[in-house]
């Protein structure tokens, strides 16, 4: 039965990781198309771009 305790807790585990690693795809996705959405606009700065970039950037810093 530890064992299948073992294997069990391990799914578990795995299934949690799955999850945090969807909600990171999800999120990446979502910053890269507003990227690309920023960089195709021409009536975008390059300064609010950069600006757009460093806020990414940083709210990824606090997420890890």
Do not use: N
């Not at 606009?41 to 390059?46: R, T």
């Amino acid at each position: 039965m530890d064992q299948l305790e073992k294997i069990i807790a391990a799914t578990d585990e795995l299934k949690t990781l799955e999850r945090d690693l969807d909600r990171w795809m999800s999120r990446t996705e979502t910053e890269l198309a507003s990227a690309l959405g920023l960089f195709s606009d021409p009536s975008v700065s390059a300064a609010e771009r950069k600006s757009a970039i460093q806020v990414s950037a940083q709210c990824r810093s606090y997420v890890h």
